[in-house]
Each structure stands twice: as C-alpha cells, then as structure tokens.
C-alpha cells in the first residue's frame, strides 16, 4: 500500500495557458468552413468564430513546403492538410508538437478506416459519428487511445445497436 | 392516444434529419442565414412535441447549427431532456450536444446531478462511457463533489474501457474539487501498472499533469516511470513520461545520470520523430554530457524543430553543431523564411577560423540570390556580424575580409552603408598590416565612385565613400598613385554626395596633398608639384561654395593654405615637410570603455550644470546616422582641428602639460605600452593625482587614498598576466592578440594566419577601475524634486538624494525615513526594525549640499509611487531636534533604462503581437521635432531607435525588462504618440508622464 502521509496534496493553481493538453481540434476546407469543432477548454461562442476564422485563415496562407507548427498568439497551432481538408489543433507550449502531427494523421487514418476512404462530405453527414471517434482519442485534452481497433469498438457496437 | 402516437411517426417521416439539413444548407448558398432561420423555426416546433425520437433529431441538428457559430442555449432544457432518454442512440445525441453547448455557468447542468449517476452506474458500459465523455466537457465543482465517488469506483470497472475514462476523467474532477486528490491517489497510482495499456497510458497523463504542478510529491514514484519507459512501446505515453522526468530530474540530480541510458537507447532506435524529439529536448534540458552530436543530423529532417534544437545544443555543445554545418547551410536555401532567419542564427555561433571562409562564401552567394531587401539586409547584417564577432577571432585573412566588404558595396539598395563603412574604418585602423590592401581597394572605389552614387535615391550605400575616403587620407603613404586618387576625390561629382562625406573628402584631400608634396620634392623637377598645387587651387573652390558650413569651412581653409604654399613653391622653398607635419602621429584606438574606466574625481558632479541650461534647450540635430556624428571624435585627431597657429601653439603646450601628469592620457605610440610591460616598479607608473577642491569633507573616508591602493595592486596583477601572456606568445609565435578561448580546439590553433596581422588591441586608461557594472547604463539622472531616481537592476531602485543646507546653522545627525508602502520599501540594514530611520553618513555646513543614496526594493514598476517621509536632524548650536517632511515621487519614467535598440530587433518586437497598444495626442505643442524628441529622450529615457521626416520611432525598457516602443509623429502643433508596451498599466501611466512633461512647457 502506498503511504499517502508524506504527500502534499495540494494542486497549484496555473494559468490554463500554462497547462500541457490540446486547446481544441478543428476541421475546416479549403473556403475556411468548418466542419468539425472541439474546443477542450471553454471559449465563449462568440470568440469561437473570430478564432477560427483567424486560425484558419492563417493556415490557408501558408504554403505547402512551409513549416506544419505555427505559433498562434499565446498558443502553438499544428495543422495538416488532406485534399481540400485541412486538420487543426491548438495546444500550449509545452505540448510535444510532433506527436500531435503524428496524432492528427492517426485520426485520420481511423476516420478512413471507418468509411473506407473517407471524405469531406462524410465528415459532414456524419459528425456525431466523427465526434464519437474523437472522443475515444483525446479527452480533457488529452490522448487516451491511439489503438485504431479499440478506438472504433464503441462505435461498431453503436452500429450494431441501431441496426438491430 | 393511438392516434397521436400515429400521428407523430407520420410527422417524423416529414421531420429533415441531419444529413437533410447540411444538403438544404449546401443548396441555399445564395441565402444561407434566411434557410437557417427557417430551419431554427422547424426545430422549435419539434422540440415542443412528445416524442423524444423528433427531439433527439432537433437536437442533433441543433449540435451541427452550434458548430456554425448559431447560438442553441435556449435549448439546453431539451438537451438534458435528450440526455436522460432511456435509448442509448438518443442519449448519446443528447450528450455530444451538452458537451459541445454547456459550460460551468449553464444553470441546467444542476438537473443532471442524478442522471449522470444513474448513467455511470448503468450496466451498459456505452452509457457509462458516454456519461464520462460529456463529464469532462461540462463538469463543474459541484458535479465534481457529488460524483466523485461515483467515479472513483468506476477506476476499478472491469471493463478496460470504462477503467480508461474514469481514470482521465478524474483529472478534471481534481481541478474542479482538489479535496478528492487524496482517496483517489493510491487507486490511481495503481492504474500505472494496470494489464491494459489503455488505462495505463491514462494513468501516465493524469500523473505527469499533476506532477508537473507539484513535482516533488512525485519522486517516489520514479521507479515505476522508469520501468514503464523502458517497457512501454507507445510513444505518446513515452513522450508524456519522458517529459514528467523533465520536471522530475531538477529535483533529484541522480535520476539524470540513470536517464542517460534509456534516452540514448530510444534516442538511437526510435523511428518516431516526436520521440526523438522530446528526447533530445529533454537531453539538452538536463545538460547530460552524451553524444548528442549523431542525434541533430537525424532531427534536422525537421527543420525548423531541428533548428530549434540545435540552438539550444550549440549553447552547451558547440562541436557537435559545427559538423553539420552543411546541413544548416543547405537550409539557407529552404522558401521558408522563418527557417532560412533561424539557420542564419545558428550560423553565427558556429563559426570557426577554418570554416568562416567557406560559410561566408555561401553567403554572399544568397546575397546576390536573394529577393527582396529586407532578407538580404539581414544577410548582410548577419555576414558583418559573423566576421567580426569576438573581436575578428576568426579572421584570419583580413585582406580576404576587406574584399568581401567591398564587394558588399555593391549592393544595391541597401541600408547599411553606414555598417560597412564603419567596419572597413575598424579593420584599416586596427589592423596595421593589411592598411596597405585597403588603401589599393579604397583607392580604387573612389576612383569608381560614380558607380555607387549612381542611384542617389538611395544612397544609403554612399556612406562606404565616406569610410573610403578617410583611409585612403590617413594611410596615403601607402597609396600607389596618390595623384590620381586625389584627382578623384576632387571630382565636381563630390559636390552631390551628402554634406558630411564632402568634408571628409576636403580634409582628406589635404593629407593626400601634403603625401603627394612630400614625394614629389625629391624630385629635381618642381613642375609636378605646382601642378598639384594648381590643381587644388582649381577644384578647391566648389566645396567653398557648398551649402554645407563644415564642407565651406574647411574647403576655405585649406583652399588659402594651398595658395601660399604654392607662393612658397614658386619662390622654391621646400615646404613639404612642414606640410606634411600637420598632419603627423599615428592613430590608435581606444576601448569604447575606456572613458567608463577612468573614476570621477572625487567632488566631481558630472550631472551637476556648470551653467543653468538655456530655457529653450538647443540641442543639436539629431543625425540620422548618428555613426559617424558620434564616431567622429574617436578617429579625430587634435590636428583636425583649423585654428590659427597661435591658438595651436598654446593647446599643444597646455596638452603637453596635460599628458605629462595626467595618468589618464592614451599614449599615442603604441611603443609607450611596452615601456610599461617593461620597467618594473611603481614609481614609474603615473599615479592619480586629485588635488581637486573637495568642496565637502566626507568624514572617515579617504577616498582618493583608496583608489590609489586599488589602483596599485590592479597593475600588479596587471603586469604578472602580461608578463605571462607575452611568454605564452612568444612560445607559440602566434600573431593574432584576440581574446583567447580556452575551449578552442586543437586544429584551430594549428592554423597559421595567412599573413602575419596585427591586431592592435584597443588601449584602456591606465588607471582604469575594475567595476562590475562596467557594462551597464551610465545612470540617467532623472531629477524628481531634488530626488534623482536612479536605476538598478531587479527591482531594486537607488534613489540619490541630495541635500542641501538653505539654513545659516549646521546640521548634524540627519537621520532620512521613509514610510514604507506594500509595493516599495526602503532597505534597512539588518536587525533594524521597518520603521527604523537610516542614518545620513555626513554633516552638513550652512549653504552646503551633498548627496546620499538610498536603496528601495520595489515590487511592481506599472504604477508611480508617492512616498511619506521625514528628515529628522539636529541643529548643531541650538541642538533641538527639528523635523521635515517631504514626499518621494517615484514616476514610472524613473524605472525605464535608456536602452538602444536597433530597427531591426526593433520590428521583430512590434511585430510579435505580444504588445498592448495605447496612444496619446497632445495639442498645442509648439518646438521643434528634434526638439521634441530630445525632451521625451532626456525626461524620459527612450532613446531614438529611426527617425524619417516627422516621424520617430523610439524605445526604451523598465528595469524588470518590459518593452515600452514608441511611435512620435507630429503634424502642425498636434503631436500623436501611439504606444506599445507588454504592460498596459506601464504604458498609460508613462503616457501620462510624457504628457505633463509637454504641459508644463
């Protein structure tokens, strides 16, 4: 068992900048529509759309040999293209900005796993679909799955469920 | 109630779905926001119907009409309706829309408690997992209290799935309720080694986000980190523990060593970017001596992190980055600006004698490639840097280096022609060996000189002519064709240059002309001479008719001078030797430091006005390029000087005087400095005389005593190093005298320069002090009342206070205090209590000031500051106590330290984003502008980073390091400042200051 006595249990308060995680994870095409959005911390609706139209608008000017992280005001933006797609997520600085480069293709591999060769249009027909493989992977702005299989089990089972 | 329930199917069967409404929203582009509000109406109707099918679909669309940016909190109610559908399918719709639409202040969230508990205990693990899922999107402190145990038991689900979720989930329940942390800590450490990978890497998350707010709690559990790291095949779980090791490491020295191997391990076999990153990243934090150097080639596949990393390793590992300096170079050739900036960065620092040469060669290839200005100023700027950083170290070639600046005069457009000017001036005076080359390519430039004046828009680039024209005067003995040169520089072309080029072209004409004198006289043919003669006589007279005062001045000057020597010529006189002494010595140059070193005599207020400064202060112009405005007394000879004989006579006798006890004197051969290496003892050793009228008896101290004694045993340690030196020297039979570096590898010392080049290390005064704060600010007065705030670093703040006695009585045991604030304090000497006075360390005679300095420690600098405080002191002959209260006003002007900045970093700074902005007008303002900007430069501390026509940039700095920049413009009598600083409060309240400042005039 573990002694617990000697622990001080106490959480420092932080600035929410401060905090290692993903911000929020956006899909939006080549207009700058979006068609997937996930905020991990709250953001007000309203702020929602002018940081979006900013994040993405910076993307779009971005050239394809340029560099894929891009720092965004008080937090860091990594984003890939697929197509006409582009896939962004915002983190702090002290995330790993690789990891979420690899990450974000890992989504999208599940993503064409599930609707083999996925597509724009079935992101948008199919966003509570989409939101459910989300989840499976990051919570609370965190990574908890990257397994493909077991992020798409829930699903299935979902599936199976509406069918029956 | 058959009927409604058949009722309702119909209706659904008529209900758009999903998949309807993004199809309706992608054919009503023309008219999308009136489709929407159509669809809204649709939803609400649905909404208010029974069935829960219907409901589950409006609120599906309502969650895809959320993501568009429309607002559906009216709709909260139906949601948490939705959510406690018995339907998995339903529920889940209902809860993907709470946890895109709610947050803490959703007052619906309060009807969930009891829900989401019967969900988390459901025997569907769906329905528990997602309970958890919207949980940590809208969890509040409340759900947090009452579900934690809910939660906590869950961690121990037999499902992985469920384990996985409430482990991350547990988390956000910490932040929102810490009291929990510490039933759930031992469960959740067992998570760490939970057979499911999944729960495990969850585990890993939430403990390194813990740890990394509270590492030390965290070190017991290292063991156990270490022994996932070396197990674990997930990266992103590596990652996270690899960082956690990061924060742990600081506290436990001993993990670093023990780290080495596993991180070289992952390091060397990793195919995972990230990893490998995060691991180099991680290694360069700690410092760990291990071979980092193989790792960089495989992390500069990415560049710009490669790059990065690379910086923070050349800072500890230098060598490494050095050998894959092709790999750098090639990024130079990357589209990617921001990676082409951070490769040249790096260049800098790893730079060698063996490699400078060919790097930069590479460069000056992308000088002539690159598109646009602004990078190949940069280019331009960085090669100047590279080459002479660390006092020419790395020059071995200086001839090599004086083509290169002048191939850099080629460049069109530029803006730093004042930069290479001023560089092939430091090289031709520094390094004697190479005058010769630089006079030949000097020489020539001048000849071409319409070549670079071509443009004269801009012209940035004809500054070179100036620096050109001074060395081919000053080194004209080693001109090849002396005549021709001068025939050049007497061109009618000359007149169109800017007026402080002329004058450097007419003085230097006149050394030129006595050089050419001095040759021709031995000749038996006097012909050549007056024909010389003649020619300054003809071109002489355009420069007495320029515009510019200094160009007429001097051009007349020596225009009259040439007349009668060319009489003397002509009655056949040798004149060339005494022409020729006009100009005679040698030049050295002096440390910029130099002037710092030498101590103020005691007694001596340099800020004290000799005479009370005109109201209307008249400072001079303030030159663009102020390069050589300031410059100019250092390469200025007292010869330079035009004044009649007489006059000249009397300085010369007076300075002889001068340098003959004044220890503060730079002698001009350099041979008088081995005098000093060589004659051993003292006595030779002129010493500080201060014999000057000390207007105050300080009790106790003699000072000028003190400096004496320091000043002594610092020459002593002085001759022992350069004894040592010179033996090193001499052993090595190496030539260069830059500052050597102890980590220098082996092969470089091998290399022999190409010729032998003497750098003439600059002089200091030979009675330099050793001071610390050698290389910051000169203090700015900055008179507050009679209070000058000065500054220091940190926080803390010295404020000299000076006293003075108005009375006709004597003033003894003056004891100065001050009533501290939260935010300033006076600092007492230890063991004094907070209200304790200090003790004024003198006395004060009737009519009689002095100045005593205090020390604050001040926490914040955003406000200005108003201090109580009381002087108590005695009068000496009625021997009461007496009493007076006076106010310290610390403004925030007080805490900001004239720094200069450059345009450049000036930019970068404005351009980051990271400044608040505010902005000022002020009316009615009627002085000059560079009146204007002297008063904001003196009162305020900024200093002028560009100015063009009316308009300025300036910039200053507080002492805790804000940025405060400036942007002066003035039309008419309307004077507009926009400002930028990081600190808004700063920002307004110097803004403020600057206003009374212009009020009060």
């Known amino acids: 068992m573990v002694c617990t006595d000697n622990i001080d249990f106490t959480i420092p308060l932080q600035p929410a900048a401060d905090r290692r995680m993903i911000k929020f994870v956006l899909m939006v095409n080549r207009q700058g529509q979006t068609r997937l959005s996930r905020y991990y911390h709250s953001v007000e609706l309203s702020r929602r759309a002018a940081l979006e139209a900013d994040v993405v608008r910076y993307c779009l000017s971005r050239k394809k040999d340029q560099c894929s992280f891009v720092e965004y005001k008080d937090f860091k933006v990594v984003y890939r293209q697929y197509a006409a797609l582009y896939i962004v997520v915002g983190i702090t600085d002290s995330e790993n900005e690789l990891s979420i480069y690899e990450l974000v293709h890992n989504f999208v591999e599940v993503l064409d796993k599930y609707f083999s060769r996925v597509s724009e249009l079935d992101i948008m027909f199919n966003l509570d679909r989409v939101h459910i493989i989300l989840d499976e992977m990051i919570q609370n702005g965190h990574i908890v799955e990257t397994n493909k299989s077991r992020i798409l089990a829930p699903l299935t089972a979902i599936d199976k469920m509406v069918e029956s | 109630m058959a009927l409604k329930i058949v009722k309702g199917s119909i209706d659904r069967m008529f209900d758009k779905n999903l998949q309807d409404l993004v199809r309706g929203i992608r054919n009503h582009k023309e008219d999308e926001a009136k489709y929407i509000s159509t669809c809204i109406d649709e939803i609400k109707q649905e909404l208010k119907q029974d069935n829960i099918a219907v409901k589950a679909n409006a609120v599906c669309k309502l969650t895809y009409l959320q993501m568009l940016g429309y607002d559906v909190s009216w709709a909260a109610f139906n949601i948490v309706e939705v959510m406690s559908s018995s339907k998995f399918t339903y529920k889940r719709i209902g809860y993907l829309a709470a946890s895109q639409c709610f947050h803490e202040n959703t007052d619906v969230i309060m009807l969930t408690t009891n829900q989401i508990r019967k969900d988390l205990s459901s025997p569907n693990q769906y329905d528990t997992g997602v309970a958890l899922t919207g949980l940590s999107c809208f969890v509040t402190p409340d759900l947090a209290r009452d579900l934690a145990n809910d939660i906590m038991t869950l961690m121990s689900h037999t499902k992985p799935y469920i384990r996985k979720k409430a482990v991350l989930i547990m988390y956000k329940v910490f932040l929102k309720y810490p009291e929990s942390l510490r039933p759930a800590f031992p469960r959740l450490k067992e998570k760490l080694e939970d057979p499911d990978p999944g729960v495990q890497s969850a585990a890993v998350n939430v403990i390194c986000e813990l740890a990394r707010r509270n590492p030390k709690n965290y070190l017991s559990l290292a063991p156990l980190f270490f022994k996932l ?75 710009y992190l490669g790059l990065l990393a690379m910086s923070k390793i050349l800072k500890t590992h230098p060598k490494s980055v050095q050998s894959h300096k092709d790999l750098i170079l090639q990024c130079l050739d990357d589209k990617d600006e921001s990676i082409r900036l951070r490769a040249l960065d790096l260049l800098y620092g790893m730079v060698s004698k063996k490699n400078l040469m060919e790097i930069v060669k590479k460069l000056m290839i992308h000088v002539d490639k690159a598109e646009g200005t602004t990078y190949r100023d940069e280019l331009l700027t960085k090669i100047i840097d590279i080459c002479s950083q660390s006092n020419y170290q790395y020059i071995t070639n200086f001839e090599w280096y004086i083509s290169i600046l002048v191939e850099l005069t080629r460049l069109e457009g530029t803006r730093h022609g004042h930069l290479i000017a001023s560089q092939m001036l430091d090289v031709a005076i520094r390094v004697k060996a190479i005058r010769a080359f630089a006079v030949a390519q000097m020489a020539t430039l001048l000849d071409n000189a319409h070549l670079l004046t071509g443009n004269m828009q801009r012209n940035g680039i004809c500054e070179v002519l100036y620096a050109a024209a001074w060395i081919c005067g000053e080194f004209s003995e080693h001109l090849e064709n002396p005549v021709q040169t001068l025939e ?157 004989e007489k006059e000249l006579a009397r300085r010369r006798e007076a300075r002889k005087q001068e340098q003959a006890n004044n220890p503060f004197y730079i002698k001009a051969s350099p041979s008088s400095q081995k005098v000093y290496q060589e004659t051993p003892g003292v006595e030779h050793i002129p010493v500080v005389q201060i014999d000057l009228s000390v207007p105050l008896k300080v009790p106790g101290l003699p000072m000028s005593d003190q400096y004496v004694k320091l000043e002594e045993e610092r020459r002593q340690k002085e001759r022992a190093e350069k004894k040592k030196k010179e033996k090193k020297k001499r052993k090595e039979k190496r030539s260069g005298r830059g500052k050597k570096h102890d980590s220098g590898p082996e092969s470089e010392e091998d290399i022999t320069p190409a010729h032998v080049v003497d750098i003439v290390t600059e002089e200091m005064p030979e009675n330099a002090l050793p001071s610390d704060d050698d290389d910051k600010d000169p203090n700015d007065p900055h008179k507050v009342c009679d209070i000058q705030g000065n500054l220091q670093d940190g926080s803390q703040v010295v404020v000299s206070v000076i006293f003075e006695n108005k009375s006709d009585s004597f003033l003894k045991s003056m004891e100065f205090n001050v009533l501290d604030s939260l935010n300033s304090k006076l600092q007492r000497p230890e063991g004094s209590g907070p209200h304790d006075g200090l003790t004024v360390p003198f006395q004060l005679p009737p009519g009689v000031s002095n100045e005593a300095r205090f020390v604050f420690t001040v926490q914040s600098i955003v406000m200005p500051q108003k201090l109580k405080g009381t002087l108590t002191f005695i009068v000496k002959d009625s021997s009461t106590h007496e009493k007076l209260d006076f106010k310290l006003h610390f403004t925030c002007t007080s805490y900001l330290i004239t720094t200069p900045c450059y345009s450049d970093a000036f930019a970068k700074l404005l351009e980051s984003g990271d400044l608040k902005s505010s902005s000022v007008r002020l009316e009615g303002v009627n002085m000059p502008f560079h009146h204007l900007l002297a008063r904001i430069c003196f009162h305020h501390h900024f200093s002028v980073v560009e100015r063009i026509d009316s308009c300025a940039s300036m910039y200053s700095r507080s002492i805790q390091g804000h940025h405060v920049c400036l942007l002066v413009k003035t039309s008419g009598q309307t004077v507009s400042i926009d400002a930028k600083c990081d600190e808004p409060t700063l920002l307004g309240n110097v803004l403020d200051e600057i206003k009374q400042t212009f009020s009060q005039c």
Not at chain 2, 267 to 280: D, K
């Open chain 2, 229 to 303: 790291m070396t197990s674990s095949t997930n990266n992103w779980v590596l990652i996270k523990i690899i960082k956690l090791f990061g924060a742990l490491t600081p506290l436990e020295p001993r993990l670093g060593k023990k780290l080495i191997e596993p991180l070289t391990n992952l390091i060397h076999s990793t195919s995972a970017m990230s990893l490998l990153y995060e691991c180099v990243n991680t290694v360069i934090a700690g410092q760990y001596s291990c071979s980092v150097g193989s790792v960089c080639l495989r992390i500069s596949v990415v560049k």
């Open chain 2, 488 to 644: 050049a520089m007497l061109r009618p072309k000359v007149a169109t240059l800017p007026g402080h080029i002329q004058a450097v072209y007419v003085q230097n004409a006149a050394k030129l002309f006595a050089t050419i004198l001095k040759n021709q006289e031995g000749n038996t043919d006097s012909t050549a001479a007056q024909e010389t003669s003649q020619l300054m006589i003809d071109r002489l007279p355009l420069f007495v008719q320029s515009a510019n005062l200094e160009v007429q001045e001097r051009a007349s000057c020596i225009l009259q001078l040439v007349k009668y020597i060319q009489k003397l010529q002509q009655k056949d006189v040798e004149v060339a030797e005494e022409v020729s002494a006009l100009f005679a010595g040698e030049l050295n140059p002096v440390a910029p430091k130099a002037q710092k070193k030498v101590p103020v005599p005691e007694g001596l207020d340099l800020d004290a006005w000799i005479n009370e400064p005109p109201s209307e202060s008249e400072s001079e112009d303030e030159q663009p390029k102020a390069i050589f405005t300031k410059e100019e007394p250092k390469h200025s000879r007292p010869r330079h000087t035009e004044v009649d």
